[in-house]
Structures are given as structure tokens and as C-alpha cells.
């Protein structure tokens, strides 16, 4: 019986959340992907750069997220963890982002679409989130595309 | 030689990136990247959620992989210089495979005072299957 999607969440906005980057979890965060460019990971380095501190390796910002909002979207979408694979993943950035730093994060849904691919039939839902530093400013924008398989 | 500067007036199209790669891909190293992301997916840790979800066990988060091919850009264009990264996810890694990140120059224009450089990028495993395709935008510095 294949799972029946709420495609009713198409544009729905999430309460935004803030988040601060922190110098030891960015630097883990890196080690764990074996990216040990001295720029994500050595302070020295970080100081005497332009920057004038380390900064997040490009992917960081896949750690921004809300306490629960995967498991509580997943509810509302009609499914569960099992059932999801990541499709898409896009990260455009205006600048580099340092530790200390903190940052509001707006999401919503762009879109929430099925099709038949060669394992089955899937639905889609795309997300974008804003990224935005305290000054107001946009830093980056998440564009992210999840795949259920119904 | 690893983080070089590279000048966008030395950037031809058609370059091509030095490839990188990654892996074997171990269970150890989808743990530490669940601890360092927070994606903490079952399906990306136990093998027997991972078959009963139909998934045949485990296999990478695809994030993981995402690194590994931003890594195989900034390797080369230099830290702090990714504009743009986006990829689409077109195989599983499973423990064991490795990645080799690949890329090339697919367009240069110059605006603003910065040289921009598009990047057509892509991921295989060890059977020369695509496991991403993507494409990247870096800002390069100019000799003047």
C-alpha cells in the first residue's frame, strides 16, 4: 500500500531558529570528512588570513538545523526516517562564516511533487532556508530536496 | 601542489580539477560524521534498520559525500572561495567503496573585480559508477 504524501505542506513556512557556530564542532565537522585544509582547522592560520579567524569548510551549514524538525515534518509529510533519501543539495553563499558567529535560519517549502522513478513511485519535497547573520544580512541560501519512497 | 593559489587568469576551460579520492568508506567514519552533523539516520549506522527499510544495509549519508566533493574543490580553488555547490545524489556509497571526486572547468567570466569559474562535478565509486553529479561556482583572485 504505498504511503500517501501531503502535498498540502507545498509552501509552508517553519518558525525560524537561530543557531551559533561553534570553533570545536566546525572543526570536527571537517575532521570527520577528512578535510583538513589548515584554513577550517588551524587557528594560527585562521588569524593571519583574511577572514582573521578559521572558517566552515562549504557543507557546514547542513548543521543548521531545528531540534526536531526533521522527525516533526516527517509526521506531517506522512512518513517516517526509513522511508527518506536525501536527492538534492545546494549551498549558495555569499561569504565565509567563522566560529562565534550566529545566524537566523528561515525555512519553508518550495515544492512537493511524486514521480516514477526505475525503484518505484517517490515524492519529492524541496526546502530553501535563509540564512542570515545579525546585522541582517543574507549569508546563504539552502536549497535541500528529500526523497520519499512511497 | 595541495592548496596552491590558483589565479582565475590561469584558468582555461576544459581544465580539469586533480581528482580526489576518499574512502574505503568505514562504519567508524558514519559514525563520526552522524556525531559531527547531527544526522543521526539510523539507516546510515545499523544494518539491520538499513535491510529492514529495504535498503539493502548501510550505506554513507549523502552529505558525506558532498564533502568529499566540496573538498575536492576547495583542494584546489582554495578555502573560502566556493560562491555555490549544489549536487544531486545518484548512487549509494556502501562501507567499503571508495570515492574519487572529479571535476572540470566549465566557463570563466570575470565580474565585479572577481574572476568567477564554473565547475562541472561529479563523484565515482570504485566501479566507475557516478555516485554525484554537481556543479560548483568558485570566486578566483585576478593578477590585476
Known amino acids: ?150 | 601542489m595541495k592548496y596552491a593559489k590558483v589565479y582565475f587568469d590561469d584558468v582555461k576551460v576544459g581544465d580539469a580539477l586533480p581528482p580526489l579520492t576518499k574512502g574505503p568508506i568505514q562504519q567508524i567514519q558514519l559514525t563520526r560524521y552522524a556525531g559531527a552533523s547531527g544526522d543521526f539516520n539510523p539507516i546510515h549506522q545499523d544494518d539491520e534498520f538499513a535491510k529492514a527499510a529495504g535498503m539493502g544495509g548501510v550505506f554513507a549519508h549523502g552529505m558525506l559525500s558532498m564533502g568529499f566533493v566540496a573538498q575536492s574543490v576547495t583542494d584546489w580553488a582554495g578555502a573560502g572561495t566556493v560562491r555555490k555547490v549544489g549536487v544531486r545524489f545518484a548512487g549509494l556509497v556502501r562501507l567499503k567503496d571508495t570515492v574519487t571526486c572529479k571535476g572540470r572547468v566549465v566557463g570563466a567570466t570575470r565580474k565585479d573585480g572577481a574572476g568567477l569559474v564554473d565547475l562541472e562535478l561529479w563523484a565515482e565509486n570504485q566501479r566507475g559508477e557516478k555516485v554525484v553529479t554537481g556543479k560548483a561556482t568558485v570566486a578566483l583572485p585576478t593578477r590585476g
Open chain 1, 1 to 150: 500500500m504505498p504511503t500517501e504524501i501531503n502535498k498540502a505542506l507545498k509552501g509552508k513556512e517553519f518558525p525560524p531558529f537561530v543557531v551559533t557556530v561553534e570553533r570545536g564542532q566546525m572543526k570536527a565537522f571537517a575532521r570527520a570528512i577528512g578535510d583538513l585544509n589548515p584554513n577550517y582547522l588551524d587557528d594560527a592560520v585562521g588569524q593571519a588570513s583574511e577572514w582573521g579567524d578559521v572558517i566552515a569548510p562549504p557543507t557546514f551549514m547542513t548543521t543548521f538545523r531545528a531540534d526536531g524538525e526533521t522527525g516533526a515534518l516527517l509526521r506531517e509529510l506522512g512518513t517516517d526516517i526509513s522511508r527518506v533519501l536525501h536527492g538534492e543539495q545546494e549551498f549558495e553563499m555569499y561569504r565565509p562564516i567563522r566560529p562565534g558567529e550566529t545566524f537566523t535560519c528561515r525555512s519553508r517549502i518550495t515544492d512537493v511533487y511524486e514521480k516514477t522513478g526505475r525503484t518505484g513511485p517517490m515524492a519529492f519535497v524541496a526546502r530553501e532556508t535563509a540564512v542570515t547573520d545579525r546585522a541582517g544580512e543574507i549569508v546563504a541560501v539552502i536549497r535541500h530536496i528529500t526523497v520519499i519512497r512511497l
